[in-house]
């Protein structure tokens, strides 16, 4: 090799283990650098024919000044690589992007379809959309500011509970007028504001996020409030048209009706159906009827003003489980009635009115017991056995 002459200069570059990490930004749908872990390595080789220097020292310089250009060469173009791949991500994913994240100011995206819910809260596949999705406490309280398929049924037991402990024990005698009707009263407001409370807190805690095992613990909270509402909001009508008998006969009654509600529980808390459940509180329900046929006759007691809201608090009752039993209407207009009208909001709103006239009919019977001569009046104008029977108050209670 000549001084001054020609002489060629080999660079091997290479960089590796740079890392470059992807993502996409939920809100602002802009693409950043995130963890992706995506790996490069940029191998080269130049080849380049420069002019000896007269000193090494020269040519060493010279050999890096080459290689750094030919490293920023190589960086600018997968600089652009990179960039046109993040065009691309960010285009195919503007459209996923829209329908999965949860925009501040949105509340439909809060929502979901019945398709992406649990088993568990599969149970109605006429309500196509309006779910809320699994949360944790504070989602389900949150919930109740915004609308949902379940709003109607929150809101209408929510207001009844609130009515309730405002109004009702206003009306009620309860200690005044001694023991017996004391009892009364307490069975009263405990049946009227008991399915309100249960349904509640089934309604607004069912997509908790704490499993089946804790949802179907709610569903028998549920139940029980509705049986406490049958079983023990119906003794003061149970009490009352037994109240002019004899009082062994108004013992046997109140503990056959005892035995018959328990019985109902029992077989409530294990039904796994609406119709299984609806059914185990048919015996329970039928002794009522029956009571509710001697009360037409006047025979052991009951305000006879009373008997329209008796009828109307079984009758209604009996209307508003069916319809929801049957899922109507949205069984024939399905994804239609998401949000209201659908058989579960139907079947809230006459349970209320059935709970009213139970409040109305227990009312008059409570009128009417506190009056010592109603079992003589009722007896004379009775052509029953008992028309000699004397004015019965339970005190013993």
């Given at each position: 090799?000549?001084?001054?002459?020609?002489?060629?200069?080999?660079?091997?570059?290479?960089?590796?283990?740079?890392?470059?990490?992807?993502?996409?930004?939920?809100?602002?749908?802009?693409?950043w650098?995130?963890?992706?872990?995506?790996?490069?390595?940029?191998?080269?080789?130049?080849?380049?024919?420069?002019?000896?220097?007269?000193?090494?020292?020269?040519?060493?310089?010279?050999?890096?000044?080459?290689?750094?250009?030919?490293?920023?060469?190589?960086?600018?173009?997968?600089?652009?690589?990179?960039?046109?791949?993040?065009?691309?991500?960010?285009?195919?994913?503007?459209?996923?992007?829209?329908?999965?994240?949860?925009?501040?100011?949105?509340?439909?995206?809060?929502l979901?379809?019945?398709?992406?819910?649990?088993?568990?809260?599969?149970?109605?596949?006429?309500?196509k959309?309006?779910?809320r999705?699994?949360?944790?406490?504070?989602?389900?309280?949150?919930?109740?500011?915004?609308?949902?398929?379940?709003?109607?049924?929150i809101?209408?037991h929510?207001?009844?509970?609130?009515?309730?402990?405002?109004r009702?024990?206003?009306?009620?005698?309860?200690?005044?007028?001694?023991?017996?009707?004391?009892?009364?009263?307490?069975?009263?407001?405990?049946?009227a504001?008991?399915?309100?409370?249960?349904?509640?807190?089934?309604?607004?805690?069912?997509?908790?996020?704490?499993?089946?095992?804790?949802?179907?613990?709610?569903?028998?909270?549920?139940m029980?409030?509705?049986?406490?509402?049958?079983?023990?909001?119906?003794?003061?009508?149970?009490?009352?048209?037994?109240?002019?008998?004899?009082?062994?006969?108004?013992?046997?009654?109140?503990?056959?009706?005892?035995?018959?509600?328990?019985?109902?529980l029992?077989?409530?808390m294990?039904?796994?159906?609406?119709?299984?459940?609806?059914?185990?509180?048919?015996?329970?329900?039928?002794?009522?009827?029956?009571?509710?046929?001697?009360?037409?006759?006047?025979?052991g007691?009951g305000?006879?003003?009373?008997?329209?809201?008796?009828?109307?608090?079984?009758?209604?009752?009996?209307?508003?489980?069916?319809?929801?039993?049957?899922?109507?209407p949205?069984?024939?207009?399905?994804?239609?009635?998401?949000?209201?009208?659908?058989?579960?909001?139907?079947?809230?709103?006459?349970?209320v009115?059935?709970?009213?006239?139970?409040?109305?009919?227990?009312?008059?019977?409570?009128?009417?017991?506190?009056?010592?001569?109603?079992?003589?009046?009722?007896?004379?104008?009775?052509?029953?056995?008992?028309?000699?029977?004397?004015?019965?108050?339970?005190?013993?209670?």
């Amino acid at each position: 090799m000549q001084p001054g002459g020609w002489v060629t200069i080999t660079t091997t570059t290479t960089i590796t283990n740079s890392k470059c990490n992807l993502g996409l930004n939920a809100t602002s749908n802009r693409v950043w650098i995130s963890t992706c872990a995506l790996r490069y390595s940029i191998s080269f080789a130049g080849t380049l024919l420069v002019r000896q220097p007269r000193n090494a020292d020269v040519r060493t310089e010279l050999a890096g000044e080459v290689t750094k250009s030919f490293v920023a060469a190589k960086f600018a173009a997968c600089e652009q690589d990179i960039a046109d791949n993040f065009a691309a991500i960010t285009a195919d994913s503007d459209i996923t992007v829209e329908k999965n994240v949860q925009k501040p100011n949105s509340q439909d995206v809060y929502l979901k379809s019945w398709s992406e819910m649990p088993t568990h809260l599969q149970f109605n596949p006429h309500i196509k959309t309006g779910y809320r999705p699994i949360t944790d406490i504070k989602g389900c309280l949150v919930s109740l500011f915004y609308f949902h398929n379940e709003t109607v049924n929150i809101l209408t037991h929510g207001l009844a509970i609130l009515y309730i402990l405002l109004r009702i024990p206003n009306f009620l005698p309860w200690w005044d007028e001694g023991v017996y009707l004391g009892i009364i009263s307490w069975c009263h407001f405990i049946g009227a504001i008991s399915p309100w409370i249960g349904s509640f807190t089934y309604h607004l805690f069912m997509n908790l996020n704490y499993g089946e095992a804790f949802y179907k613990k709610l569903l028998k909270l549920d139940m029980l409030g509705i049986w406490v509402c049958q079983s023990v909001g119906a003794v003061p009508m149970i009490s009352a048209s037994v109240h002019c008998l004899p009082a062994v006969l108004w013992h046997l009654t109140m503990l056959i009706y005892v035995f018959l509600s328990l019985w109902g529980l029992l077989k409530a808390m294990k039904a796994k159906s609406p119709w299984e459940r609806r059914l185990c509180f048919s015996p329970p329900f039928m002794m009522r009827m029956i009571f509710l046929v001697l009360r037409y006759f006047n025979v052991g007691g009951g305000a006879p003003d009373g008997l329209t809201h008796i009828i109307l608090q079984d009758l209604v009752a009996v209307i508003g489980g069916t319809v929801g039993a049957l899922r109507i209407p949205e069984k024939w207009l399905p994804g239609q009635v998401d949000f209201m009208l659908n058989s579960h909001n139907i079947m809230h709103v006459i349970v209320v009115v059935a709970v009213w006239s139970m409040h109305e009919a227990t009312m008059q019977d409570i009128k009417w017991m506190m009056d010592p001569s109603v079992c003589l009046v009722s007896s004379s104008t009775s052509s029953s056995s008992f028309s000699s029977s004397p004015i019965i108050r339970h005190d013993e209670l």
